[in-house]
């Protein structure tokens, strides 16, 4: 199983383009989130997933917005990049059982200019 | 909502134990603590979680006070790898599926 694959791994996007942050995952696991992590900061929820076609809202959603249409992919879609939006972004994924148990991937690092 | 309470910063000689606190007064009956741990900027990675007994694995064992109101992650011969940033997690509220992370404990352990 290669677990919580995020890509890319790096990426510098001018102010207003807009990119989407690709999440899969193989564990068949049907709760996802991703969040972001500033530097020198903990994580915040950005949005997250309880299966396929449900999605809501984290801490932070405002700029961001994510589909779930598949099991394995939850895309995260930044829509005009704003410098605030520079941080380290995680997906995770965990088991409807025990949602608190969580896998995470090895993160995405975005540079808005 | 619920949420949980760490101390900035701790440091912990080589292989003595390293005793790392969490508060967590507003959880709800029956949700349980989940400890992760976060080395550099690699994603965070599942420790242990409990929800009224003490809890042992093979990376550490968690003490959960019999009000609930705080546990306490021990890692029981601390070794320069277990410097990290650790987090204890609580759901925020029941009917919801959020777990907000917060700042966590920076756990240095010294030579």
């Known amino acids: 199983n290669a677990g919580v694959t995020q890509t890319p791994k790096f990426q510098v996007l001018k102010t207003g383009q807009s990119m989407t942050l690709q999440c899969a995952q193989d564990m068949n696991h049907e709760y996802m989130s991703w969040y972001r992590q500033d530097p020198g900061m903990g994580l915040r929820l950005i949005h997250y997933s309880v299966g396929a076609g449900i999605t809501d809202q984290g801490e932070v959603p405002n700029g961001y917005n994510v589909s779930r249409s598949t099991t394995e992919d939850f895309p995260l879609r930044l829509l005009s990049a704003a410098p605030s939006q520079t941080s380290v972004y995680f997906c995770a994924s965990s088991y409807s059982g025990d949602r608190g148990k969580a896998f995470f991937g090895q993160g995405t690092r975005l540079t808005v200019v | 909502d619920a949420k949980t309470t760490q101390p900035t910063s701790m440091d912990c000689a080589e292989g003595r134990a390293a005793n790392l606190p969490c508060n967590h007064s507003t959880i709800s009956g029956n949700e349980y603590v989940y400890w992760y741990r976060q080395i550099h900027s690699q994603g965070p990675q599942y420790i242990i979680h409990?929800?009224?007994n003490n809890e042992t694995n093979e990376m550490a064992s968690l003490i959960i006070t019999e009000d609930r109101k705080s546990s306490t992650l021990i890692l029981p011969h601390a070794t320069l790898r277990d410097t990290a940033v650790y987090y204890c997690?609580?759901?925020?509220?029941?009917?919801?599926?959020?777990?907000?992370f917060g700042t966590g404990t920076r756990l240095k352990v010294l030579a």
């Open positions: 409990g929800l009224k």
């Open positions: 997690i609580v759901r925020v509220a029941k009917g919801t599926y959020k777990y907000i």
